[in-house]
Antibody
Framework: EVQLVESGGDLVQPGGSLRLSCTAS????????MNWVRQAPGKGLEWLSY????????FYADSVKGRFTISRDNAKNSLYLQMNSLRAEDTAVYYC????????WGQGTLVTVSS | QPVLTQPTSLSASPGASARFTCTLR?????????IHWYQQKPGSLPRYLLR?????????GSGVPSRFSGSKDASTNAGLLLISGLQSEDEADYYC?????????FGGGTKLTVL
């Protein structure tokens, strides 16, 4: 089955760090560009970061630039998002999404930033 | 002014058609961009519906019925999502998005009520 499964969401204190993972199955992960997108409670979709299929090209939204780092391990069919200096406004469901149309989404993982 | 602007809500009757608009900011020509559309039901992950740039550059998402279609209105600089034969199960939030200046940009979403 073609799918993406996120993990690593948790309750973390402001200023803390968290690493999210997205594991792909059912398709050739190394052939696809990937993205992270989040959705705060009751809000719309917000794109965070892009990584090319090889990992050589990376882009970030201004809201997370300098705090979040995207990476991937094609041998492990996995995408990552290292999140540092977390703030209350980073509380959201975090999704990984595949390809140039965001054509496949994971089910999301919840990150709550609160003291 | 946001890059993509969507009305917050839309209502239509079962069996009727619904027309969603996604207006690009002044100075950004809709003819240049692929407009992507996503459906999100409460508590669920976003689902890719389709993308449309022109009649020769468009794509239907896997398993998406043909009653969902894309178009553009150059006169209003907007991408369009058209749903014909509305069903109660179409009630959801609909987001448009495009790749702009090395970033994915989402519209704020339109909530469709089928009544």
């Amino acid at each position: 089955e073609v799918q993406l499964v996120e993990s690593g969401g948790d309750l973390v204190q402001p200023g803390g760090s968290l690493r999210l993972s997205c594991t792909a199955s059912g398709f050739i992960f190394s052939s696809y560009e990937m993205n992270w997108v989040r959705q705060a409670p009751g809000k719309g979709l917000e794109w965070l970061s892009y990584i090319s299929s090889s990992g050589s090209l990376i882009f970030y939204a201004d809201s997370v630039k300098g705090r979040f780092t995207i990476s991937r391990d094609n041998a492990k069919n996995s995408l990552y998002l290292q999140m540092n200096s977390l703030r209350a406004e980073d509380t959201a469901v975090y999704y990984c999404a595949r390809d140039a149309s965001l054509g496949l989404w994971g089910q999301g993982t919840l990150v709550t930033v609160s003291s | 002014q946001p890059v993509l602007t969507q009305p917050t809500s839309l209502s239509a009757s079962p069996g009727a058609s619904a027309r969603f608009t996604c207006t690009l900011r002044s100075g950004i020509n809709v003819g240049t961009y692929r407009i992507h559309w996503y459906q999100q039901k409460p508590g669920s992950l976003p689902r890719y519906l389709l993308r449309y740039k022109s009649d020769s550059d468009n794509q239907q998402g896997s398993g998406v019925p043909s009653r969902f279609s894309g178009s553009k209105d150059a006169s209003t600089n907007a991408g369009l999502l058209l749903i014909s034969g509305l069903q109660s199960e179409d009630e959801a939030d609909y987001y448009c998005a495009t790749w702009y200046n090395d970033a994915w940009v989402f519209g704020g979403g339109t909530k469709l009520t089928v009544l």
